[in-house]
């Protein structure tokens, strides 16, 4: 064999280049992504959260034993981890014995950004003695045999 006929097998610098630009280009589109689904997980747990909270605060305001006054007042709340705050606005309605509730729930590190808002309509508490009916029983009681 001759020293002319000698053929190099392999890759060029220049395929080599290409495909390491290659590669790269599609690391950098799942590393893109992965921050976007973290972002997205992120809200939504976020979300999910001050829905619990806000929903648990109407229901111990429509719950409790005495009716919330008119106007606003919040609180911090420590839940799963994070501190929130808490803002509950009561305002009067048209309706004599209806209550307008609105809670909204932020970050404690940026109450200014409202995570979740919920509104609601309580009435006042039931009267000391109050007997709620009996829903179970009777005719069509729930009972199947």
């Not at 648990?56 to 709340?77: C, F, I, M, R």
Request: aromatic share 6%; charged share 20%.
């Amino acid at each position: 064999m001759s020293a002319g006929s000698v053929a190099c097998r392999g890759f060029t610098l220049l395929e080599a280049m290409v495909a390491l630009v290659i590669v790269a280009l599609g690391m950098m589109a799942v590393n893109t992504q992965l921050n976007r689904y973290v972002v997205a997980a992120t809200y939504v747990q976020q979300k999910t959260l001050a829905s619990w909270i806000a929903s648990n605060k109407l229901t111990e305001l429509s719950v409790g034993a005495t009716w919330p006054e008119v106007g606003e007042q919040h609180e911090d709340v420590d839940f799963a981890g994070q501190k929130w705050r808490v803002l509950v606005k009561v305002q009067e309605t048209d309706v004599k014995n209806l209550h307008r509730v609105d809670v909204s729930v932020s970050l404690a590190d940026d109450p200014d950004r409202i995570v979740h808002k919920l509104t609601g309509l309580i009435e006042p508490p039931a009267p000391p003695g109050f007997v709620p009916p009996q829903w179970s029983g009777g005719r069509g009681g729930g009972q199947r045999g």
